[in-house]
Every structure is written in structure tokens, then in C-alpha cells.
């Protein structure tokens, strides 16, 4: 019998029940109605203003120089980062090194690429082949084993790539740091009981402990250095995105279309970038009272609770029903 017909019949096996209803929140309401009607008024000002020039927008928003501006930018944001994320572990394992020297190069290199702008360091990025224009492999004060000139090897492309690299690896080394930080030294110190090696150690013990808290700022690095490829024209590279929309545009005469036509690029890769990242975490923070996923598990403390019930592999608790 169901619990509405036990309640009408009177019958209650649960002495003095508590029939709770929730507290009325008019609050909330009001508050979902301004916001709505916020939006709404945002919406209304984008879409019936014509100096958007929209039929422009959805004319060249796959236009062939626009998408192929929108590939050099995901190549210097993906490139930049893999630089980036390599360079920073090693920062942070130097950091945390007993090697004195080793600490103070990383902090250093942290402490210059932090304190200065990232347009700052592309300006002199671009001026490379000015203030060296050969470069050469040899002893110090001694020998050269081999020289070049540097405009021949490092094209414009790649001081804009390493000009990101490079700074982005100074945020993303404290990153690392706080993440192999957040491990407890006794998982270390358990492995080498066991006889693992430190390598195997960081691989195997230490980093996937501490990507739970690596994973979400630097996927917000990411999102970051998508953005920030637009300042590459200062050394200059004129193939991404806004500067592509914005040269489009100053020909035309239509500067606010194409710097739309920008932006909703820009929105649609972060909004990708996002969803993976989501995921991302959801994979690293498992077993750590994060959400389970899907299937019917649900999220927060109760759903583990009922996956496990679900399972079938504990009894159910027959005084689940009339516990208070």
C-alpha cells in the first residue's frame, strides 16, 4: 500500500510523523523575474540594434581567412600550453628540489615572467633579432661549436609561441606547486617504504593525487591563453583572430561586425574548452565527495548513498523508514 493511502486511511505506522513543508521564499522569485527581465532587455538591445550589422556577421562568420585565423590561434593556444605545462613541472619539481641552485633558478625565472607584462615580453620577443642577431651554442667566455642567425631559426610564429610559453609557465609552476603541495607526505614516504623510486613515485603516487586541484586552474589558464593570443601582434604575428577580424573590418569600413564575428569565436571555443574541462574535473575529483556522474548515481552526499543502495551489495536498513 502507498504511503498517500497509509496517510488517508490513517493507519500511520510512524508515530507523531513530521509533515514538513518547504519555507516560501518569494524572495527567490522576485529575484528570477528581475534577472529575466534584465535579460530580456539585453537581448532586445542586441538584436534590434542594426549597427551590429548582423546580415555581415553571419555572412563572414565561416568566411575562409576568418577560420583560418581562428586555426592559428588554436594552434598558438595549444602549443603554447603544452610548452607551458612541461615547463612548469619542471619549475616545480626545482622548486621543491633540496638543490639550492635549483630552487633559486625557478624562482627567478617565476619571479621574472610574473612581474613583467606579457605584452611587455613580446615587444622584446619581436625585437630578438635586433638586440641578437646571431645566435650561437659554445663555452661561455670561450669556444663557439655553431652559430646562426636568429631571424633564420625563430620566425615570428615561434617567438610568439615561446613568448606565451614562457609566461604562462611561471603561473602554471605555482599551480603545480600548490597541487604536489596538497598531497600528504605520507603517500611519498608510503611508496618508498614499498621501494618505488622517485620517479615512479610522482607518476605513479604524487600527480594523480594532485591533478584534483591542478585540473581546474589550469583549465582556467587555458581559457586564459586563448584570449591573450591576441596581443601576439606585438611581435608581430598578424594571423590570429583579432587581428584578422580587425584588418577584415578596417577594409570594409565595418570595424564592429567583424570584431562580433571575434567574439562569437571566441565564445564558442571557450564554451568547448569549458565543457571538457568540466569533465576533467568530474574524472580527477572521484572519491573525493564530488559529484559521481550519471547513470542514475545522482550528485552530492545522497547520491553515493543511493548507487550504493542501488547495487544491492548491503542490506537495506529496515528502520530507515521511521528513523526521525
Known amino acids: 500500500m502507498s504511503s498517500s493511502k497509509i496517510l488517508a486511511s490513517g493507519n500511520d505506522p510512524v508515530p507523531n510523523r513530521i509533515r514538513a513543508r518547504p519555507v516560501p521564499r518569494p524572495g527567490r522569485f522576485v529575484a528570477a523575474a528581475v534577472v529575466l527581465v534584465l535579460a530580456a532587455m539585453a537581448a532586445n538591445a542586441l538584436i534590434t540594434n542594426d549597427n551590429f550589422r548582423w546580415d ?31 615547463l612548469a613541472v619542471t619549475l616545480a619539481m626545482m622548486r621543491r628540489s633540496d638543490n639550492p641552485v635549483m630552487r633559486w633558478v625557478s624562482w627567478l625565472w617565476i619571479w621574472f615572467f610574473r612581474g613583467t607584462p606579457i605584452y611587455t615580453q613580446l615587444i622584446f620577443w619581436g625585437l630578438l ?29 615561434w617567438l610568439a609561441l615561446f613568448g606565451l610559453a614562457f609566461n604562462e609557465s611561471a603561473y602554471l609552476a605555482e599551480i603545480m606547486r600548490a597541487g604536489l603541495t596538497s598531497v600528504d607526505p605520507g603517500q611519498a614516504e608510503a611508496a618508498k617504504a614499498l621501494g618505488m623510486k622517485d620517479g615512479k613515485i610522482m607518476r605513479r603516487v604524487i600527480l594523480p ?46 570595424t564592429i561586425p567583424f570584431l562580433v564575428i571575434a567574439a562569437i569565436w571566441y565564445l564558442l571555443i571557450t564554451s568547448i574548452l569549458m565543457v571538457g574541462q568540466h569533465y576533467l574535473e568530474q574524472y580527477y575529483g572521484r572519491g573525493f565527495g564530488t559529484a559521481t556522474g550519471r547513470r542514475g548515481r545522482g550528485k552530492g552526499p545522497g547520491g553515493r548513498q543511493a548507487a550504493i543502495a542501488a547495487a544491492g551489495t548491503v542490506k537495506e536498513d529496515v528502520n530507515r523508514e521511521v528513523t526521525p
Do not use: C, H
Open 209 to 254: 593525487q594532485a591533478m584534483r586541484v591542478i585540473v581546474p586552474p589550469t583549465g582556467n589558464e587555458t581559457i586564459s591563453m586563448l584570449k591573450t593570443t591576441s596581443l601576439v601582434v606585438a611581435v608581430p604575428l598578424t594571423l590570429e583572430l583579432t587581428y584578422a577580424t580587425s584588418a577584415m573590418g578596417n577594409r570594409q569600413f565595418l
Open 129 to 157: 633579432a635586433v638586440l641578437y642577431p646571431r645566435l650561437s651554442l659554445g663555452i661561455p667566455f670561450g669556444p663557439e661549436f655553431f652559430s646562426f642567425r636568429t631571424e633564420d631559426v625563430l620566425t615570428v610564429f
Open 56 to 86: 555581415v556577421v553571419w555572412l563572414y562568420l565561416r568566411d575562409t581567412l576568418v577560420v583560418r585565423s581562428v586555426m592559428w590561434t588554436l594552434i598558438l593556444t595549444f602549443g603554447s600550453m603544452a610548452i607551458a605545462v612541461v
